[in-house]
């Protein structure tokens, strides 16, 4: 990359982005309006920061194109000072993970906002899982791997300074509704696992809290909450030796809040809670049908 300095007219508006550059037109590089805009109060600091101590950081500039700095530069600008720049010389893709990188840890955003920055650049350029098997078959017969050029997800993680699962739980988000995207950007929400997700979908449908006992053993049951409650004990006759009933449903708007409640208040009252193999605890637990019942019932008011 070349240093070099630059003469640029006097802007008179911050929100002006056709530029002039040695008399060569300069634009904005799409990346730049990936990033949240600085605050009114926000830019007249920065513009007293270079105003007293110099523009300490230069303006990068790929192809003709800041792709970072654009605050910088209307700074200067309006200061009337010369501002400073750098000529990237690299690919596309490798300006805007650096560029990425820099403002990601630059600007005060949240691991969602750097998420769905991210996804907004990279989205159409990062690896798809079929991708990926493709160079996990191709290293296994010896082959070179070669994804056309596309980023792995865990590069774009790694620019923005996420984990690649915070990109793929960003990805689903996307996928159940695009204007989340702009949102996560925004800060309006923030990134969700797949068992948060699953725990909106469960606030935001038709659930009902339900109580399931097993024919072989009535002194546990199970409480839980689905759609379906019925299809649900259904689903928990793995084998043909035992068999499940539905004793007791309520259909709740916040069945998730009322379900943890009852576990909540089932330990508190001395019942016990069955746990898997594995050491997980279980939503199955030691008392019968009427106490579990009554447990809603006192949850529900």
Known sequence: MTMKTTNLALMSSY???????????LQMHPIVEAFPKMSADE????????KDNG??????VWDGQIIDGRHRYLAAQELGLEPITINVDCDEAQAQLMAVSLNAN???LTTSQRAGVA???????MATRTDAGAMGAASRDGRAPDFGGKLTVQEVAAAVGVSASTIESVKAMVREDPDNLQRLIDGEITARSRSQREQSQAQATRQFVYVITASHDDSIVKVGISGNPTLRARQLEVTP???????HKSEVKDAYRVEQAVHVMAELRGHDRLEF?????SEWFKMTVDEAVALIDTVLG
């Open 106 to 108: 630059r600007r005060n």
């Open 15 to 25: 929100d002006r982005e056709d530029l002039e550059h040695d008399g060569v037109g």
């Open 277 to 281: 193999s594995n050491g997980e605890v």
């Open 55 to 60: 523009q300490l950081e230069p303006i990068r």
């Open 119 to 125: 996804l907004a650049l990279f989205g159409d350029k």
């Open 241 to 247: 030796f035992q068999s499940f009933t539905v004793a």
């Open 43 to 50: 830019f007249e600091g920065l513009k007293a920061s270079i």
